[in-house]
Antibody
Framework: QITLKESGPTLVKPTQTLTLTCTFS??????????VGWIRQPPGKALEWLAL???????RYSPSLKSRLTITKDTSKNQVVLTMTNMDPVDTATYYC???????????????WGQGTLVTVSS | QSVLTQPPSASGTPGQRVTISCSGS????????VNWYQQLPGTAPKLLIY???QRPSGVPDRFSGSKSGTSASLAISGLQSEDEADYYC??????????FGGGTKLTVL
């Protein structure tokens, strides 16, 4: 059974850097074809993809947020870390991490998802 | 504004069949497969359909997906009250990014 859980601060100030950790079980990021992605959802709004990282350390970022994001993995700890710099109130959202397979030479889908963590950006 | 276009709302009565559309472009739906997610109130999204029309284990066969050209659809037959949720489509874009629809809120009347 695959499970993921997000952790990090619930409140950050504008201009600060957000660091979120996704701790997972039931799979290994050293296994070929496996990845972890981050997706966020502002209150009452739609899902927005942020970044993903694969077993081979291939990384992809949202073009609109690429300059602010960094995704890394720690295979030994079964963790993926996402950092987002220069936080703004518009970045207030629930942040989810999710397991994602590489499928038929393309990114597959997100399944399952973590429970999400609400991050509020306010002074 | 989302890259994939979905109607903001849909509705139906119990037992009815409803469809939700998702419109994209040649760089996403037109050249890659579509996934659908269901988000029940206050919960994390759940994979509902992958690779256009495949159901994960445990998803009832009342849910089905299809794709044609640069558009995709999710159909729910035998609508039930527990189907009331937000539904999102998603596809990989050739710009090397995932794109999502704006979501459709399904109301069971």
């Amino acid at each position: 059974q695959i499970t993921l859980k997000e952790s990090g601060p619930t409140l950050v100030k504008p201009t600060q850097t957000l660091t979120l950790t996704c701790t997972f079980s039931g799979f290994s990021l050293s296994t070929s074809g496996v990845g972890v992605g981050w997706i966020r959802q502002p209150p009452g709004k739609a899902l927005e993809w942020l970044a993903l990282i694969y077993w081979n350390d291939d990384k992809r970022y949202s073009p609109s947020l690429k300059s602010r994001l960094t995704i890394t993995k720690d295979t030994s700890k079964n963790q993926v870390v996402l950092t987002m710099t220069n936080m703004d109130p518009v970045d207030t959202a629930t942040y989810y991490c999710a397991h994602t397979p590489w499928y038929n030479w393309n990114p597959g889908w997100f399944d399952p998802w973590g429970q999400g963590t609400l991050v509020t950006v306010s002074s | 504004q989302s890259v994939l276009t979905q109607p903001p709302s849909a509705s139906g009565t119990p037992g009815q069949r409803v469809t939700i559309s998702c419109s994209g472009s040649s760089s996403n739906i037109g050249s890659n497969t579509v996934n659908w997610y269901q988000q029940l109130p206050g919960t994390a999204p759940k994979l509902l359909i992958y690779s256009n029309n495949q159901r994960p284990s445990g998803v009832p066969d009342r849910f089905s997906g299809s794709k044609s050209g640069t558009s995709a659809s999710l159909a729910i037959s035998g609508l039930q009250s527990e189907d009331e949720a937000d539904y999102y489509c998603a596809a990989w874009d050739d710009s090397l990014s995932w794109v999502f629809g704006g979501g459709t809120k399904l109301t069971v009347l």
